[in-house]
């Protein structure tokens, strides 16, 4: 007879891989994520502060590169606003109406992700250059786009316009019409049912959407490049200044400048972390509904 | 209020959800419409509420037509199948959310807004939930705040989409007698849609029984169960 109670042989949850597999799997993200990743950021600032920092800052305070900091901002100033605006409309539309020719929007609204941004710069030169279609009218009425702010504001909301709306329309399909319709029934204007059920709803999103559509904004490269013109210290933005730097072999300016790009990246970044963790107990409660 | 539904018919697309139907409804009373899926229930209950227009005929509220009246004209309390709370929002700020979004000269003092929704919460015997999220509630709880919520701003009728659909069977008992009796009180005319027989013939005073659209048979419980108009009403009756 035994009354041997048999000893536990698997303590650990089904859904828990072996040993040897877990290690290896966070092995390998994390070596991914160091080469990838960190080592690269790294490296931008390392060679950035290669001099001291008075060689950086001296780097990065010039005429040309302050205009160039300044342009990116505004421009992302102005196209970000829009583009949020824009997607949540699209958004809007796609998820709480039926309609003829919705999935051919979805695709359309994709468009700028399948397409080059150097060919989007060439489409926009082609429109509003010299020679082109409107060119004559703009001519006629002194209007300046290509070359010119309003062609680089053109170029980046036409880069970035699908992230705010990429980023909604799940969100919105997935919560569905009913708490709108039930506000509706309540009385609430159309304005009002947006205002206070469906942007609270879509806050989040929308939040996360803006962020990627703004480090966006600020980096785009290509098509700003092709409108831009290139004119150092007036259509020069960021980026753009940095490559400029860069074929001088000015590696300081450059990489300060790459630095200060990187930076205004990350702190969009902790921004959003920071945001979530002060609500994190009004997230759980509304995502587990 | 008395409503009257004419010739009223619902096409979607090339779908049709209604035949011409007809029905009148008489003040203060408790109605079912009863059917499988797929019945026209839900579809005319919509039409009543204002959230959908009939494709052709007209609803008329105490005698004057109605059919082409907003939404948020109607006043109709809706209680929707999975209640579509405001989930962002507090219980008392669900109830409140009807009589903060009238026009200002028509809007309740702060203070009278919420000696409403504390009295409505009393009805629903749930008089200490004010400060909890939806997600906080139970099936049950989250069915009855609906009702609060439908209840504040003072309706004309009272429209129900499966109202217990999505309850487990001791609830659904408990909340049915709950619902008689905030029907009993407030004397508003009620319309239910339910596709569970047992439920539509205990709790309503006049049950319409529908099918692919159309009307088979509308009465009392009792005359439906004795004497069933056609076969469809005497298998979905048995059953």
Known sequence: MSDVAHPVTRPTPVTTEPRLARHILIGTVVALVAVLLFAPLFAVFAEALRQGWAASIEGISS??????????????????????????????????????????????????????????????????????????????????????????????????????????????????????????????SGWRVFLTVTLPNIRWALLYGVLLCNARAMGEFGAVAVISGKIRGETTTMPIMIEMLYNEYLSVAAFSLAAVLALLALVTLFLKSLLEWCYADLLAATRRH | MFVEIEEIAKEFGTERALHPVSLSIPSGALIALLGPSGSGKTTLLRILAGLEFPTSGRVLFDGTDATGMSVQERRAGFVFQHYALFRHMTVFENVAYGLRARKRHERPTRAEIGRRVNRLLDLIQLPDIGSRYPSQLSGGQRQRVALARALAIEPRMLLLDEPFGALDAKVRKELRQGLREIHDTTGLTTVFVTHDQEEAMELADLVVVMSMGRVEQVGKPADIRARPASDFVRTFTAA
């Open chain 1, 63 to 188: 005429p040309d590169a302050r205009a160039a900091i300044r342009l990116t901002l505004i421009v992302a100033a102005i196209a970000v606003p829009l583009n949020a605006v824009f997607g949540i409309a699209a958004a809007w539309a796609i998820t709480k109406f039926d309609f003829r020719g919705k999935a051919f929007l979805i695709t359309l609204i994709d468009l700028p992700f399948s397409v080059s941004p150097v060919v989007a710069g060439l489409a926009l030169v082609l429109l509003f250059g010299a020679n082109s279609w409107f060119g004559a009218w703009l001519i006629a009425h002194d209007l300046k786009i290509v070359f010119a702010f309003p062609g680089i504001v053109l170029a980046t909301m036409f880069v970035t316009f699908p992230f705010v709306a990429r980023e909604l329309i799940p969100v919105m399909m997935e919560q569905g019409r009913a708490e709108e319709e039930a506000a509706l029934t309540l009385g609430a």
